[in-house]
Nanobody, 121 residues
Framework: QLQLVESGGGLVQPGGSLKLSCKAS????????IGWFRQAPGKEREGVSC????????IYLDSVKGRFTTYRDNAKNTVYLQMTNLKYEDTAVYFC??????????????WGQGTQVTVSS
């Protein structure tokens, strides 16, 4: 059974960087796309980025373009979200999701448990 585990979240100052990881077990991730989503308190879950199965195509939320980069290492069965120049509004729980495409949460079949990212001075 597929399990997705996110890690790498934490507390960071504005302008700082974090790298999130999404590691899969029980299934190889190289068949479908993976998305990164986030949910802040009181807000709906929003898509941040997605990457196709071979890492050749990505989509980003406009507000993170130029700051976030998603990439994958299929040999390690892991997908990453490199976040730079973090802003207060990036504070949220970040989730990875598998077997989908695009930035709509409903498009994905499997979800991790999330990792908290807090941007604060």
């Amino acid at each position: 059974q597929l399990q997705l585990v996110e890690s790498g979240g934490g507390l960071v100052q504005p302008g700082g960087s974090l790298k999130l990881s999404c590691k899969a077990s029980g299934w190889q991730l190289d068949q479908y796309g993976i998305g990164w989503f986030r949910q802040a308190p009181g807000k709906e879950r929003e898509g941040v980025s997605c990457i196709n199965n071979i890492g050749s195509r990505t989509i980003y939320l406009d507000s993170v373009k130029g700051r976030f980069t998603t990439y994958r290492d299929n040999a390690k069965n892991t997908v990453y979200l490199q976040m730079t120049n973090l802003k207060y509004e990036d504070t949220a729980v970040y989730f990875c999701a598998y077997k989908g495409w695009g930035l709509r949460a409903s498009a994905y079949s499997y979800w991790g448990q999330g990792t908290q990212v807090t941007v604060s001075s």
